[in-house]
């Protein structure tokens, strides 16, 4: 009788875990986007003042990114070092990072399509367009907020019932 319990309460354990996990990875994709829509808006930001390349703004903007954004434009600031143009290092560092980061398929697919805003020749124009990517990441983040709201509380509750659920099947 003590063995069942002992295997009820660690299958219920288990299964309450793998739901606040998964919950976890929607607060994490929140977060993500409204970091990396700080940097973005830190680097037009930074471009409306120095009028320097967007290059070398990577390198000025990495060190106030915050999470994994901060590593992602470490790895941007490495390859724009390293001869990549300004939109081949973004699409090459997200392809890199998007495994590890939270973010949606369908958010790195947009992020890599967005990479025509470092493409521009004038300060000006490369400056709206990074407003505009930021202003579209936010939006990203909105949309990633409420899906927070919506599911994160069910994707818990289910873990605790499928674990109750799968008690009482076994048992």
């Given at each position: 009788?003590?063995?069942?319990?002992?295997?009820?309460?660690?299958?219920?354990?288990?299964?309450?875990?793998?739901g606040?996990?998964f919950?976890?990875?929607m607060?994490a994709?929140?977060?993500?986007?409204?970091?990396?829509?700080?940097?973005?808006?830190?680097?037009?930001?930074?471009?409306?003042?120095t009028?320097?390349?967007?290059?070398?703004?990577?390198?000025?903007v990495?060190?106030y990114?915050?999470?994994?954004?901060?590593?992602?434009?470490?790895?941007?600031?490495d390859?724009?070092q390293?001869?990549s143009?300004?939109?081949?290092?973004?699409c090459?560092?997200?392809?890199?990072?998007?495994?590890s980061?939270?973010l949606?398929?369908?958010?790195?697919d947009?992020?890599?399509?967005?990479s025509?805003?470092?493409l521009?020749?004038?300060?000006?124009?490369?400056?709206l367009q990074?407003?505009?990517?930021?202003d579209k990441?936010?939006?990203?983040?909105?949309?990633?907020?409420?899906?927070?709201?919506?599911?994160?509380?069910?994707?818990?509750?289910?873990g605790?019932?499928?674990?109750?659920?799968?008690?009482?099947?076994?048992?």
């Amino acid at each position: 009788m003590i063995c069942k319990l002992i295997g009820a309460i660690l299958v219920i354990g288990s299964a309450t875990l793998i739901g606040w996990g998964f919950s976890e990875c929607m607060i994490a994709r929140e977060r993500e986007l409204l970091n990396l829509a700080d940097a973005v808006s830190l680097m037009a930001d930074e471009l409306g003042y120095t009028l320097e390349p967007v290059k070398h703004l990577f390198l000025k903007v990495a060190p106030y990114a915050k999470g994994d954004a901060a590593t992602l434009f470490e790895n941007i600031n490495d390859l724009a070092q390293n001869g990549s143009t300004a939109a081949e290092a973004w699409c090459a560092a997200l392809e890199e990072n998007a495994p590890s980061m939270s973010l949606k398929k369908s958010d790195c697919d947009y992020l890599t399509s967005c990479s025509d805003a470092f493409l521009a020749y004038d300060a000006g124009r490369q400056k709206l367009q990074l407003d505009a990517l930021s202003d579209k990441i936010c939006a990203l983040a909105r949309e990633a907020g409420e899906d927070k709201k919506k599911n994160c509380r069910l994707v818990r509750m289910l873990g605790v019932y499928g674990g109750v659920l799968i008690c009482a099947i076994l048992f």
